[in-house]
């Protein structure tokens, strides 16, 4: 049974998130503050963090800095509803997906369990699936591009023989990119193919993007793989 920490210091809300995530089939702990979800973590590591941008003892961002400095393990961000910038923040720092205050319940849910199936495939099946939803192809076979070597099924990804640390939607980016070299998508495009969003914030591509190109690029102000296409959006060039 996947562990889902939430991390809230609004009482009223975490009882909420936690009485549905429990309806779900999960299993619930929850925080109320930065050092008291750090430590939770740290003696119980969950598999997916719901985390709280606005929190006593240090914020939410600066929660998510300290997991991603030990761990993969998934965050989903809530946010200020109409904040871009927190949003962009979020990702930046290591955040899976977001969701917007005030939020419902049930789209919480349901955008927890999207990112614990793209974070946890348990087999060649879930692994496939999860991709078809979100618009790729089923094939399970690894994926090569000169130094860098992706597994689907094992949701593991290498460069030059070492881990590299992605989150969720970093490795479905990446995925999805490498099935379709030499094409262009716009930002539009990414969001539906590879997260299955027909609308979105489209600054969350941009950021991922950036993070990705951060971990496979020589150097990432000047891409060679994840190129930008002026105008349009990005490709995925293949390594000569």
């Known amino acids: 049974m996947p562990r889902v920490l ?16 429990q309806r779900a089939g999960l299993e619930v702990d929850h925080a109320g503050d930065g050092p008291a979800a750090l430590a939770m973590a ?14 006593p003892g240090f914020d939410g961002l600066e929660v998510c800095r300290r997991l991603r400095r030990d ?10 509803s109409g904040d871009e910038a927190d949003r962009v923040l979020g990702l930046e720092v290591g955040a899976d997906d977001y969701v ?20 946890q495939p348990t087999d060649a099946h ?9 618009g790729g192809a089923t094939d399970t076979a690894a994926l090569h ?13 290498a460069r030059n023989g070492t881990p590299l640390t992605l989150t ?34 489209q600054s ?23 190129v930008t296409v002026w105008g349009v959006g990005y490709r995925w060039d293949p390594t000569p």
């Open 42 to 55: 740290a003696a119980n590591p969950p598999d997916l963090v719901v985390l709280d941008l606005m929190l």
């Open 100 to 119: 917007t205050k005030p939020f419902s319940p049930r789209e919480l849910v349901l955008r927890v369990q999207s990112v614990l199936r793209r974070t």
């Open 126 to 134: 879930a692994s496939a699936t999860d991709h078809d939803k979100a």
């Open 6 to 21: 939430v991390v809230d210091d609004d009482l009223t809300v975490a009882e909420v998130v936690v009485s549905y995530l």
């Open 71 to 80: 761990s993969d393990v998934a965050v989903v961000m809530l946010t200020a």
């Open 168 to 201: 969720g939607r970093e490795f479905d980016l990446l995925v999805f990119l490498l099935r379709h070299p030499g094409r262009a998508f716009d930002r539009a495009a990414l969001l539906h193919e590879v997260w299955g969003w027909d609308f979105g914030d």
């Open 204 to 226: 969350t591509v941009t950021v991922h993007v950036r993070r990705l190109r951060e971990k496979i690029e020589l150097n990432p102000a000047a891409p060679t793989r994840l």
């Open 145 to 157: 591009d000169g130094d860098l070597e992706v597994d689907p099924v094992a949701h593991r990804a």
